[in-house]
């Protein structure tokens, strides 16, 4: 597995979701696994590692499958998507409230609805949205905190 | 016929365990010694489950409808073929002389008759109105030798969180979704234009038993059940990555009248070998429900694998070993991410008097291939569905292409 070896202070997300706007997407995920090389487990990962990268291992992966590309009748494919290369408040939105995965929102052809994410910072959400922007949206726009508090903002209580 | 290949050199390899593997199987299958799998269908789009008929005609359900094949020069391979029908779904099985079908709101069938391949007849309506849902709507059956008919009604939720899947939401105690869903009801296969109201709820406490299986033999019926994913993502605190991976047992169990199987308030946990309280329900990873109220699986399998067939082997082909025995398609994991995904096999678990008599052995491998970026969606081929034919060959049905396998035991 390769893992970036970067320092990253641990508290310093926030300005690490900003640092991330000016790096290239993370390296790639290893094309295949074998027994012989587990992934490591996300709670196991290095905190040195991409938080966007590792943020969206330990809330979306299982689903969303580390290349983007979903899980056919389950999950839907985010890897070049309207949502991943659209407008980041939309994005911000619908990950905050969550949903099914069509422009409309009312319907889907896959089985399971995504659970709201409002339980996460606005870090930590900028940075997982970041991440997948640039790594399935063929490098749209990184999403800044401010926009995920604006998005928020606009949730009905 | 393929002789050995670089492909199937890989497949051995990677197979590992398989101690004695044929030489000669298509698409570079890994058997037992002693076997062989050729292809009989090379694929029609998303297959499910199948049924064979006492002159070898086969019937494939599938989420684009209905197929109908026969194999008329009998060389192995399927030579006509016909689509029928407006049924799309996972159940297809033959009950006299009728084909009994599924999709996700009811049960219904088609009169077989002499000489057609597919049905021609009107499809009547055995049970319908089941509530439409997206998840775990499969509306899988047995039949046993009377016609009873046993639905699998599966949850249409992952442990009946308050919010489902939503990471720290408590279960609903006691679950609502149990009234409807989650269990198995039974109704009179040979009536007609029944509804969910006429079912007897007959078991509960199922998640989703898409295996399920009549035991002619044993007079009983079983099930080996889904269970529940992401207790890592869910209960971050509880578990990680390699406990959701790796904890959560596929169930086996006779399936009996009044039975409650656990969901959503406990899982088998086969790493601690025991039944635990679902983190949703106060569960601490480690925390035991009241003892006896629910029962220990026969067999608890690898978590996620997804036992998506389940068949009791009764043909003259195969060795005495295998008589008796069940046949599970695994139709293999997606929610093992980031860890390997796992499962995509045919696994046989020998069994006597209706009871496990050893560990269960993998049958069939090599399904999915490399399967690139760990993703289910880069499967070659998903076993899903099972039947025995007439001469005791067992057919394998394929998910991601459709493809149809006949594998038979060919030692002289």
């Known amino acids: ?157 | 016929m393929r002789s050995t290949s670089m492909l199937q050199v890989v497949s051995l390899t990677i197979a590992g365990l398989v101690a004695a593997a044929a030489v000669h199987a298509d698409d570079g299958l890994v058997l037992p010694d002693g076997f062989t799998a050729t292809v009989v269908q090379e694929g029609l789009g998303a297959g499910r489950h199948l049924a064979i008929a006492a002159n070898g005609d086969i019937y494939l359900a599938g989420r684009d409808g209905l197929v109908a094949m026969r194999d008329k020069d009998h060389d192995g391979k399927v030579d006509e073929t016909q689509k029928f029908g407006d049924v799309q779904g996972t159940e297809v099985r033959i009950y006299k002389n009728w084909l009994y079908v599924s999709d996700n709101v009811g049960v219904y069938r088609y009169p077989l008759k002499k000489g057609e391949l597919a049905p021609k007849g009107a499809r009547q309506t055995v049970v319908a109105g089941f509530p439409l849902e997206r998840q775990h709507a499969d509306k899988t059956f047995a039949l046993d030798p009377k016609g009873t008919l046993y639905v699998n009604v599966g949850a249409p939720s992952n442990s009946c969180q308050e919010k489902d899947r939503q990471e720290g939401s408590m279960g609903q105690n006691p679950c609502p979704i149990l009234e409807k869903y989650g269990g198995v009801w039974v109704f009179d296969g040979n009536k007609l234009d029944q509804t969910p109201a006429n079912g007897r709820h007959f078991a509960t406490g199922m998640r989703n038993a898409v295996a399920i299986e009549w035991n002619t033999a044993q007079k009983a019926l079983f099930a080996v059940i889904h269970g529940r994913d992401s207790i890592d993502t869910l209960f971050p605190k509880l578990y990680n990555a390699e406990d959701n991976a790796t904890r959560q047992g596929e169930e086996f169990h006779q399936i009996v009248d009044g039975g409650n199987y656990g969901w959503p308030y406990t899982f088998w946990d086969t790493k601690l070998g025991k039944r635990v309280v679902a983190p949703e329900y106060g569960g601490d990873a480690s925390k035991e429900p009241e003892a006896g109220k629910y029962p220990t699986p026969l067999v608890a399998y690898p978590a996620h694998w997804a036992p998506n067939d389940l068949l009791f082997y009764s043909g003259k082909n195969f060795p005495e070993q295998y008589q008796g025995g069940a046949f599970i398609a695994f139709h293999g994991s997606w929610n093992r991410a980031p860890e390997p995904q796992a499962g995509y096999k045919v696994v046989f678990q020998p069994m006597k008097d209706g009871k496990p008599s050893g560990e269960y052995q993998v049958f069939a491998d090599g399904f999915a291939g490399e399967m690139a970026d760990n993703n289910p969606r880069n499967a070659r081929y998903r076993p899903v569905g099972l039947a025995l034919g007439p001469d005791g060959a067992l057919y394998v049905a394929d998910s991601q292409k459709g493809r149809v396998w006949r594998i038979s035991y060919t030692r002289k």
């Open chain 1, 1 to 157: 597995m390769h893992r970036r070896v970067t320092l990253i202070a641990c508290g310093a997300v926030l300005a690490a979701a900003g640092a991330l706007r000016a790096e290239p997407p993370a390296a790639a995920p290893p094309a295949s696994t074998s027994a012989a090389a587990p992934p490591a487990s996300p709670t196991a990962a290095a905190p040195t590692e991409d938080p966007g990268k590792r943020l969206y291992a330990r809330h979306c992966l299982s689903c969303h499958q580390a290349d983007g590309g979903g899980v056919p009748n389950m999950q839907p494919a985010i890897a070049g998507g309207i949502w991943v290369k659209g407008d980041p408040g939309a994005l911000a939105s619908f990950v905050l409230t969550g949903g099914f995965d069509s422009a409309q929102r009312k319907d889907s052809a896959v089985d399971n609805v995504m659970p709201p994410f409002a339980q996460l910072s606005d870090e930590d959400l900028a940075a997982i949205l970041t991440y997948i922007r640039q790594k399935f949206g063929g490098g749209a726009s990184a999403v800044d905190v401010a926009q995920v508090a604006a998005a928020r903002a606009k949730i009905p209580r």
